[in-house]
């Protein structure tokens, strides 16, 4: 009821002396556009500092109304002012406040800085990533000394969501590598007289190189940038905060189910790559040059050692590692906002890519002479 007494605010003026009266809160200042013609009726004083200002018999006035009359008066309080001690304590939080405009920002670039900015945010970036596999060392040492409080449940979710879900996607894409590379192959096979060796070379490509690159990059692609999300929705919505509170650690409840469930995951995605690609190769290699499936599988023992295929489940285990090291790395420094979260996904997974590539390149040069 109090709230229906209340006087929309306005501005008496009687030649050099003007009154307030009225509410000047915000609820009411909005109504039918006061604000606007309080505000207007102001800028039209020539000067408000030789006028006297009587605000005793305002109703009442908060930051709202406090703020549109300090605008109007140029920041600066009149020599003239009649007010309440509740207006004048308003009135000092403003002065105090100061000036809120933004400050202009320095839109030249220094060529130097920026030079020398480059390797100080890679020397950054590595002290971080250090940090980040000093801690994520600390918390596996810690689950394998007590297994029975480790965090099953997030391993679990995260090998369902990392590897089962991937199930699809991989069996496609790999059985139609399998094909295509089949169909190249065979063909310049088949002009020399070689058809038997497709075997040799499909076994070996996919066994060795290409299973293990093509799961790696389709799980960075799809699984490593959902954790990035992931964590970094966390950041936006506190729950990262909400845990530091709770004496929860990211590392052991995030960071190492994620890494364990993706080192696990990414050898049995490896082998299922392998089947499918192989089955496609097969089924390629009879449609184009008639090379017999039951010929193919038979041969395949003998043309691939057994060395690579573990050299395959080895590659597996330390691709998981990297993809989601590096999607739990720049998940963590994701800011609280939507444009951190876009880039920091991107980043994410164009660096997992190029870092499993790297690695790839890394075990190709040490294990050339095993596994032939």
């Not at 936006?236 to 990211?250: K, N, P, R, Y």
């Not at 690579?308 to 420094?333: D, E, M, P, Q, T």
Request: with cysteine; aromatic share 8%.
């Amino acid at each position: 009821m109090a709230s229906a007494s209340r006087q929309p605010p306005e501005l008496d003026i009687q030649g050099n002396r003007i009154v307030a009266r009225g509410c000047w809160r915000a609820d009411m200042l909005a109504v039918k556009g006061a604000a606007y013609t309080i505000a207007s009726s102001v800028d039209g004083i020539q000067d408000t500092g030789a006028v006297e200002w009587d605000l005793t018999q305002v109703e009442a006035m908060d930051y709202t109304g406090a703020q549109l009359l300090w605008n109007g008066w140029a920041r600066c309080l009149p020599s003239n002012l009649k007010s309440t001690p509740e207006q004048d304590k308003l009135f000092s939080r403003l002065i105090r406040a100061g000036s809120l405009e933004r400050p202009s920002e320095n839109t030249e670039i220094n060529l130097q800085e920026a030079i020398k900015e480059v390797p100080l945010g890679f020397v950054r970036k590595v002290i971080r990533l250090d940090q980040l596999l000093g801690q994520l060392t600390l918390d596996f040492f810690r689950f394998v000394a007590a297994p029975q409080r480790g965090p099953w449940r997030e391993i679990s979710a995260n090998i369902f969501h990392a590897g089962a879900q991937a199930v699809g996607i991989i069996a496609l894409v790999g059985f139609l590598i399998g094909v295509v590379l089949s169909y190249l192959s065979a063909q310049q096979l088949h002009m020399f007289g070689g058809d038997i060796f497709l075997v040799d070379l499909l076994g070996m490509s996919v066994v060795r190189e290409l299973g293990p690159l093509l799961a790696a990059i389709l799980i960075a692609g799809r699984s490593g940038s959902a954790m990035t999300a992931q964590i970094g929705v966390m950041r936006i919505t506190e729950e990262l905060d909400a845990m530091q509170v709770m004496g929860l650690s990211h590392g052991f409840r995030l960071v190492l189910p994620k890494v364990m469930a993706l080192g696990l995951a990414m050898p049995m995605l490896i082998v299922w790559t392998d089947i499918v690609a192989l089955i496609g190769g097969a089924f390629a290699g009879k449609m184009s040059i008639g090379l017999s499936m039951a010929y193919f599988f038979s041969a395949l023992p003998d043309a691939v050692p057994i060395a690579n295929f573990w050299i395959g489940l080895g590659k597996g285990v330390v691709f998981g590692v990297i993809i989601s090291v590096v999607a739990c790395f720049y998940g963590l420094r994701i800011q609280p906002n939507t444009d951190s979260l876009g880039q920091g996904t991107t980043r994410s997974v164009v660096t997992s890519i190029t870092s499993v590539i790297f690695a790839d390149a890394v075990f190709a040069i040490v294990l050339q002479g095993v596994g032939f």
